[in-house]
């Protein structure tokens, strides 16, 4: 999802919590807004590590890509859900949610075009896509997979038989020239 | 920030197997739509496991049963969620 955001007075990333919200400063994911991994707990949700061991030189924190104000294809973009790690020293700064999320049911490649932010298609939509989901795909590339096996073993036997057939001691100029080996 | 994250959820229109959502997609689970979760992907791929998949939540609304974002799901891979685009994203703003 696509994000818009200000920042001036960094924090540590050891200091967050699980659920926060935040911008790392550098080096990556600086057009990110990002959160510390977790897992559900009896006490709610946790973060990987321990508060007292963020704080750890060497502490390696899990982050999880929200969201990203660059688009798909552009520098320093990270899809959703990207997982990497940062130190814990890593300067961050905390964000919070200032307008919220509309979603809309997909419907399709023509909604994935939309959220992708490409323009509408100038000529008239198909009344069918070529294909509806990617388990149609799935199943064309895999019947085309072995049409071509087929096709490919049985050019190979006809190519070893050939072979074979070329390089026969009888078939040669001088039989007695061929190799027992 | 997680309240109120998400306006407006969307009624079923499609339904897809867990397993065929790409990397980077929204979606919603059946049994529990107040989490909007996307797939976990390290450079692009997602994690590799027989049987289950890995989501991550992005946002929650108000409905929402303690979820955070950044929480960790385990989904089996025959499950079937129903896939979502955003019409508006989500604003931040620098917390005071």
Redesign the interface.
């Known amino acids: 999802m696509k994000a818009s955001f200000r920042f001036t007075a960094p924090n540590m990333l050891a200091e967050a919590q699980a659920g926060n919200l935040f911008v790392p400063l550098g080096p990556d994911l600086v057009e990110c807004v990002c959160t510390l991994r977790c897992i559900a707990s009896p006490d709610g949700p946790r973060a990987d590590m321990p508060a007292a061991a963020r704080f750890n030189p060497d502490a390696e924190l899990a982050v999880v890509v929200l969201a990203c104000r660059v688009g798909r294809g552009e520098p320093e973009y990270y899809p959703p859900g990207y997982v990497t790690t940062l130190p814990g020293a890593a300067p961050i700064q905390f964000l919070q949610l200032s307008a919220p999320l509309q979603l809309q049911a997909s419907n399709g490649i023509q909604d994935v075009a939309h959220s992708a932010g490409l323009p509408p298609c100038a000529e008239a939509p198909r009344p069918a896509p070529l294909y509806a989901d990617l388990d149609a795909m799935q199943r064309d590339m895999d019947m085309l997979h072995v049409i071509n096996s087929s096709r490919i073993d049985a050019l190979s036997r006809h190519r070893h038989a050939l072979h074979a057939s070329a390089v026969a001691p009888e078939s040669l100029a001088r039989p007695e020239l061929a190799s027992r080996l | 920030?997680?309240a109120?994250?998400?306006?407006?959820?969307?009624?079923?229109?499609?339904l897809?197997p867990v397993s065929?959502i790409?990397?980077?997609?929204?979606f919603?689970r059946l049994d529990s739509p107040n989490e909007?979760l996307?797939?976990?992907?390290?450079?692009?791929m997602e994690a590799a496991d027989s049987l289950f998949l890995w989501?991550?939540v992005?946002?929650t609304n108000h409905d929402s049963a303690?979820?955070?974002?950044?929480?960790?799901l385990k989904i089996a891979r025959n499950t079937h969620v129903?896939?979502?685009?955003?019409?508006?994203?989500?604003?931040?703003?620098?917390?005071?």
Do not use: I, N, T
């Not at chain 2, 996307?38 to 692009?44: E, I, K, M």
């Open positions: 920030m997680h109120h994250a998400v306006s407006a959820v969307p009624a079923p229109k499609s897809k065929s790409r990397p980077g997609q929204h919603l909007v996307v797939l976990v992907s390290f450079a692009g989501a991550v992005v946002a303690g979820y955070v974002p950044g929480q960790l129903r896939p979502v685009h955003e019409v508006r994203p989500a604003a931040y703003a620098r917390e005071q």
